[in-house]
Structure formats: C-alpha cells, structure tokens
Nanobody, 125 residues
C-alpha cells in the first residue's frame, strides 16, 4: 500500500516562504514518481510540481517560486515555496504515480496511485 503523509502547512504573509514535506515508505520513495497538487476553495484540484529520479516538472504559475526535491535520507519529497501569494492559498496534496512527471498535469484526473490527506496553506495579503 502506498502511503503518503504531508506536513509543513500553515499561515504565512504574502511574500513569505513555507516548506512542505511528504513522507513516504522506502518502497514508495524508490519505485514511484512523487509530486504535489493543490485545491483552492471552490476550485478543481490542480497540478503543482512533480519529480522523478531524472527530471522535475512545474506548473507555469509557480515556476521560479517553488522548488521540488527528493530527500533520500528521509524518504521525503519536499516543496519549497517562496514569494507566496494569496492565490497560492489551498490544500496541498502529495501524490505518487509511476507515470513520468511531464504527463501528470494531463493525466492525473484518470487516477493516481496514491494521495496524501493534504495540508492547508494560507497566504494572507
């Protein structure tokens, strides 16, 4: 069973930073591509970023502000979020899937191998 547990959400002022972390089992970390999605109130879930062992892929709206990385010592996938904006407010979900990151945005609605329960990020203006 693929289990993912997010942490690191919270309340931050616009322009600030947060670092999200998603803990996975050793098996999941080694055999799956990992990434992040978000869902704002009243909106559909959207792709944010994903990472394999060889590539990263980002949604255009967060390029240059967010960085996704894998920590092999901790079996986590992290999302460093800088220059946060009020429109970044959402519940952020970690996900795992065997598809390459480049197609996650187009294919995730068809199902991912696993979702975390989410962590709330609130950016005040």
């Amino acid at each position: 069973q693929v289990q993912l547990v997010e942490s690191g959400g919270g309340l931050v002022q616009a322009g600030g930073s947060l670092r999200l972390s998603c803990a996975a089992s050793a098996h999941t970390f080694s055999h799956y591509n990992l990434g992040w999605f978000r869902q704002a109130p009243g909106k559909e879930r959207e792709f944010v970023a994903a990472i394999s062992w060889s590539e990263t892929y980002y949604e255009d709206s967060i390029k240059g502000r967010f960085t996704i990385s894998r920590d092999s010592a901790k079996n986590t996938v992290d999302l460093q979020m800088n220059s946060l904006k009020p429109e970044d407010t959402a519940v952020y979900y970690c996900a795992a899937n065997r598809n390459p990151p480049v197609i996650w945005r187009a294919t995730f609605r068809g199902g991912m191998d696993s979702w975390g329960k989410g962590t709330q990020v609130t950016v005040s203006s």
